[in-house]
């Protein structure tokens, strides 16, 4: 038997290769690559910060304002995105056969790749001066006045982006509950109020800090929404400020000392989070769980439920259906003009060629912390490879890309040495999701697959083909669909280091909703939204087994 295939010690039931060095050192070499990267460029940050000018936050009056702003915006999205979050998650778990239901969990899980930039797109279109919905309410009650810009639209459009996200993974807590206490709970005739202090509660509460700090990072670092719809210096975030300070000020120190700020408090966020266990994900899984029919889900509660559940529907279709009706006869004029369609195709290959090796490097960056954590999961090596895999959760990509543009600045006189560092740092901010897709797949193989190939011997490139790359074959491919899908929608990053003349389609289409084309706009954000799908769907293909798969494949493949 060759040298590959024979082993002479144990395996670990979790390990996906053959050896454990092989296993541990490409991990932890990734690993520390990214913190010296991060650290590079946190290092610069500091180094031209001068921190004994943070009094001038409080000194500066619009410094003062733009910290108070981003934590208040911040704070409002994170409290009014988990109440509308908790309601929809109980009523989807009491609702098991509301009409739409499957639907519904897949716009809630669209929300962690649609870019933000189109989604403004379409929130103008329903909710600003014109919109359709704003329209309706003027003619139907005048007295009520609605602006769009400002912390109104901000937070708005934060809610329609994170309570889908927030609900889905409560809504998968709530899943992974034991069906014999439901049984239980049914038998007994509990309320929903009893069913909420014994059951609900339980399970949601370890939950909870983890989704806060998620939906405050985001919504804290937010880039196109507040560029789109702030509407001015009142309505002005870190990042925005930041961004302003390097590409038009050029006060680097200004950038850097805001940038040292915004890390300090999300990763001081992180951190009370993490005291208490990040053990739960923090994407939400595609697997339904069937759930046992429950009483407190009948009668009165059982309409106001389906009710809720309707008019959550409607809010996170409207948006999409106003970019598809309003973009269609936009996306057609745009691409019968050969100026317009000429710049359309040449953002389109701009993005992608920026994108899929972003989302190739992140799934391949994934593989190697998730073998680098298989092999050791205490210690040193533990916890570095712990550290790099939630980092980009901690260091916002503004404040990455602020660093590592005060660290390279000498040598980015080229603009595509500025895209490679794009697509570096968009591969870097995707890898959390990433590792959360993957983790489940690569460690979820049955304990008899794994025994059964101890006693053979097969390691290395044959455990992996035989054993694992069936099971993976699925959720590899949703992975790059959504790293991939997620470095397209970018707009924070690109806009600092990428060139107006040669823009990506998101910067493509805030240039031309800062200059008033919104048919213009509507259209390439419906293209957008094309190519996306067009990702996902090529991605699904290659991620189905082959027509002989059966013949040759696991039987738990």
């Given amino acids: 038997m060759p040298e590959s295939i024979r082993s002479s010690t144990p395996r670990h039931p979790d390990a996906p290769f053959s050896n454990p060095g092989w296993q541990l050192w490409p991990g932890l070499l990734l690993a520390s690559l990214l913190l010296i990267l991060a650290g590079g460029g946190l290092g610069a940050l500091f180094w031209q910060a001068e921190l004994p000018r943070v009094a001038v936050l409080w000194e500066n009056r619009y410094l003062r304002n733009v910290l108070s702003f981003t934590l208040w915006q911040a704070t409002l999205s994170v409290a009014l995105s988990l109440l509308l979050a908790l309601p929809v998650a109980r009523a989807l778990a009491r609702q098991p056969c509301f009409p739409g239901r499957s639907l519904l969990l897949r716009l809630m899980e669209l929300s962690l790749v649609v870019p933000t930039i189109v989604a403004v797109s379409g929130v103008v279109g329903v909710y600003g001066r014109q919109g359709w919905l704003t329209t309706l309410v003027n003619d139907w009650a005048p007295a009520l006045s609605w602006n769009l810009y400002g912390i109104n639209g901000i937070v708005l459009t934060h809610v329609f982006f994170n309570a889908p996200l927030a609900a889905r993974i409560l809504l998968q807590t709530l899943e992974n509950v034991p069906q014999p206490q439901w049984r239980i709970a049914s038998q007994l005739g509990l309320s929903s109020g009893w069913v909420w202090r014994a059951l609900e509660w339980p399970a949601l509460r370890p939950v909870l800090p983890g989704i806060a700090a998620l939906i405050f990072t985001l919504c804290f670092t937010s880039f196109a929404i507040i560029m789109t719809l702030g509407g001015g210096p009142a309505a002005t975030t870190l990042e925005v400020a930041i961004y302003q300070s390097l590409r038009f000020d050029f006060d680097f120190g200004r950038a850097a000392l805001l940038a040292t700020v915004q890390l300090l408090i999300c990763g001081s966020v992180w951190w009370l989070a993490s005291r208490r266990g990040m053990t739960h994900a923090l994407v939400p899984g595609r697997q339904v769980a069937e759930q046992v029919p429950r009483k407190d889900g009948s009668g009165l509660r059982g309409l106001w439920d389906r009710l809720l559940l309707l008019t959550f529907t409607l809010f996170l279709i409207a948006p999409l259906a106003a970019v598809a009706l309003r973009g269609l006869p936009g996306l057609v004029s745009t691409l019968t003009q050969s100026g317009s369609g000429g710049r359309l195709w040449d953002a389109t290959l701009l993005s992608l060629a920026i994108a899929i090796p972003a989302g190739a490097s992140s799934v391949l960056a994934a593989l190697l912390v998730l073998a680098s954590n298989g092999s050791t999961q205490k210690g040193i090596p533990g916890q570095i490879s712990a550290t790099a895999a939630y980092l980009p959760l901690m260091v916002p990509p503004l404040v990455l890309g602020t660093g590592l543009f005060l660290l390279l600045r000498p040598q980015l006189g080229v603009t595509s040495e500025g895209l490679i560092l794009v697509g570096l740092i968009n591969s870097i901010m995707a890898l959390p ?123 738990h493949a």
């Fill in 433 to 555: 999701f990433v590792l959360q897709m993957l983790r489940g797949p690569l460690r979820g193989l049955d304990i008899a697959s794994i025994h059964q190939a101890d006693q053979l011997g097969i390691l290395g490139w044959y455990r992996w083909r035989w054993l694992h790359w069936p099971r993976m074959r699925r959720p590899f491919a949703l992975a790059m669909a959504y790293a991939t899908g997620l470095s397209l929608g970018d707009f924070g990053v690109i806009a600092l280091f990428g060139s107006p003349e040669e823009p990506t389609i998101p910067v493509l289409l805030y240039q031309q909703l800062g200059s008033y084309q919104m048919a213009a706009a509507a259209g390439t954000g419906l293209w957008l939204i094309t190519v996306l799908l067009a990702v996902f769907a090529l991605f699904n293909l290659l991620g189905r087994p082959p027509a002989t798969a059966h013949l040759r494949e696991p039987e």
